[in-house]
């Protein structure tokens, strides 16, 4: 199993940032990528970002491109979302995932078997 624990949610006010953290912990996955997945009442859980461990490549959800950034630090087994020029409509819970994500899968949760607890991101003035 793997453990995924998400941090640095909050409140901001429209224009400001965030950067949110995924710890992951546990059994020790051989490839794959982990990716960010946001959620908001009423809608489909939204993909926003993701990394494959092998190569970093990185992927993008059009609204937030040039906006977020998904980074990671292999010492702290921990990917990063750099949040930059928030608006109120990135407003959800916000969850990381973990996974194989083969070819034609990184951006869909089906990619991801495992997954944080989502931590919340408002924007709002």
């Known amino acids: 199993q793997v453990q995924l624990v998400e941090s640095g949610g909050g409140l901001v006010q429209p224009g400001g940032s965030l950067r949110l953290s995924c710890t992951a912990s546990?059994?020790?996955?051989?490839?794959?990528?982990t990716g960010w997945f946001r959620e908001t009442p009423g809608k489909e859980r939204e993909f926003v970002a993701a990394r494959r461990w092998s190569g970093g490549n990185t992927y993008y959800a059009d609204s937030v491109k040039g906006r977020l950034t998904i980074s990671r630090d292999n010492a702290k087994n921990t990917v990063y979302l750099q949040m930059n020029s928030l608006k109120p409509e990135d407003t959800a819970v916000y969850f990381c995932?973990?996974?194989?994500?083969?070819?034609?899968?990184?951006?869909?949760?089906?990619?991801?078997?495992?997954w944080g607890q989502g931590t919340q991101v408002t924007v709002s003035s």
């Open positions: 995932a973990a996974g194989r994500a083969i070819i034609g899968t990184i951006r869909t949760s089906s990619g991801y078997n495992y």
């Open positions: 546990g059994r020790t996955l051989s490839d794959g990528a």
